[in-house]
């Protein structure tokens, strides 16, 4: 991994390091998969492991269709296991109830995984996250946790 840089997917982005962390504001549904869409495309073209946890305004469903317009092999991805999309509830409730270690320890487990079976070493992880509302505030310290 390194200093080098990967392809983003997103024009007016362009080439990033690895490593780098984006956020994204979002108003509905073509917000979000206006940048989402081509980002996963271009991470799981570039073999990289690649884990979206959805939440309002996409439901697992609705982001595989998303991604299928633009990637007609997806199933192929999600078989393989370098893709993979599940419902917030199904990742951060697990338990019924939000346990910040748990939810940090998954992500350390994904990402050892990923950097043990993908050629180029990358992992991708895009959570979307409603955070104003739902009980989604309890997420904000565990956010700022560097794994």
Known sequence: ????????????L?????????CQFY????????ILVPYF???LENNEFCMWVTDEPLNVDAAKASLSKEMPDLDDYIN?????????????????????DT???G??????????????????FTVILPLLGKGRQETLPMETEKI
Not at 1 to 12: A, H, Q, T, V, Y
Not at 14 to 21: D, I, Q, S
């Open 1 to 12: 991994m390194g200093s080098k840089n990967r392809e983003s997917g997103i024009d007016i």
């Open 14 to 22: 362009g080439k990033v390091p690895w490593g780098t962390h984006m």
């Open 27 to 34: 108003e509905n549904e073509n917000d979000l998969t206006d």
């Open 41 to 43: 495309k271009a991470s």
């Open 80 to 100: 393989k296991g370098q893709m993979e999309i599940i419902e917030y509830s199904d990742w951060y409730t697990r338990s019924g109830e939000f346990d910040a």
């Open 103 to 105: 939810v940090l320890n």
């Open 107 to 124: 992500w350390v487990e994904k990402l050892n995984s990923a950097l043990e079976n993908n050629e180029n070493g990358g992992a991708t």
